[in-house]
């Protein structure tokens, strides 16, 4: 389920909306950007390749039209930001790619002084670069490329290109956020604040937060305000001065009870900006590596919910708009079109939370509504006693909804659970017989029902004689 308010609302199935990137590996990242005429180019990104939606289609868009130019390691990443009508990628074991939206027709390398990095944004009009390789690995340092220069990463103090290595035991650079007023490096266990104060330093770098930081740098998203990450520690949100554990205990224990920590470092954010919250994709135990569970942290309301997703990667994404030939093609039965027509995904450029099927296929979460469970926290309704419970009311639209009672004596004993009953016809109610100190409740939405809101439920209960 979605939180909204204090409300509960359907999260929707993930369906696809074109044809595979590639049938030759997984969807490593992806890219959306506007250009100046308003249209949407969406890229994407393999092991080996550079790939461009077209329609309903992709179409490769390496360096060289043959094989695979590009090395990325298994463990590896791809990284993009835009300065202008140019979108820059890097992948750290190749040079960086860049590609002029109107001009381009493939990515070539961006220039011959750019060095390799692992992750880069764009800052106050420069291209940064985090954890650099210039033909010698240099994790520790950021370097920028002159000011409205994106191509020139030549140190001058003519051009305010240059560079620095950050001091401290903070680990390797892991990534390089910008937000409203200042750059965010993120390290393996520290925070650096970024800020521009022209020559001759050029940029002023002040360490904000010891013993923070992250080992996934793809575990890191923006609002643009708030930057939002995983540290070895839990789930973290950083202000601009500190950062507030968001996660603390019951949250950070639940995912690390379920992560495969050796795929930590395929876990991977994104925000949701219409929902607003940030969604967290990472793989389960036993999943190889698959992103197979969401869990996601409502930023106004410090709520926290979560879904079972297989994918490649999650992303903002905006949407692209199809023509009515492109969407027969893609559906010829219209019967098939996973997405109502009042849809986000028909319009382009709306920024819309989705990513890549395991079948490698651009899709957003607009589908049927997901099949929905909810539990009540714990509760004593008739404390230092037992009741009876004969029945609930679940404060929903769904007429379609499931409960269950579960029940125990105390809060170190075992848990016995009813069976799984629903309205009766009668009293508009879900009728019970469970007498029990305490009890929670469980409801389901089968998926593809159709309802817009679970608010809560309500007991009918009174005192029982037996303690």
Known sequence: ??????????????AENGGAVSSSGRVYNSYSFIAKDGVVHNFAATAGNLWKQSGSTWAKVSKSSTG?????ATDGFWRFTEFGQRVIATNLANEPQSYVVGTSTAFANLSTSAPKMKNIATLNNFVVGVHIDDGTIRPERVQWSALAGPTDFVASPTTLSGYQDLSGNGGQNQAIIPTQNYGLIVRERSLWRMEFVGAPSIWQFTQAETNRGTPCLNSIASDGIMVYYLDNNGFFA????RSTAIGNTKI?????ENLDNNYIDRVKAAVDPVNKFVVWAYPTSGSQGQLTALIMYYWAENRWSKADESLDTINSIYTSGLTLEQLSVLYPDIETVPFSFDS?????GNPTLGGFSTAHKIGFFEGANKAATLETTEIALNPGGRSYVSSVLPVTDSTGVYAKIKSRKNQYGSVTTSSSATFSTNTNEIPFRVDDRFHRVELSIAAGSTWELVQGIQF????????
């Open 460 to 467: 009918r209960a009174k005192p029982s004689g037996g303690r």
């Open 252 to 256: 950070d224990r639940y995912f690390q």
């Open 238 to 241: 950083f202000d601009g001065t």
């Open 68 to 72: 695979s130019p590009y090395s990325t």
């Open 1 to 14: 389920v979605l939180c909204q308010g204090d409300n509960y609302k359907p999260f929707k199935d993930f």
């Open 344 to 348: 986000r995904v028909w319009s382009g």
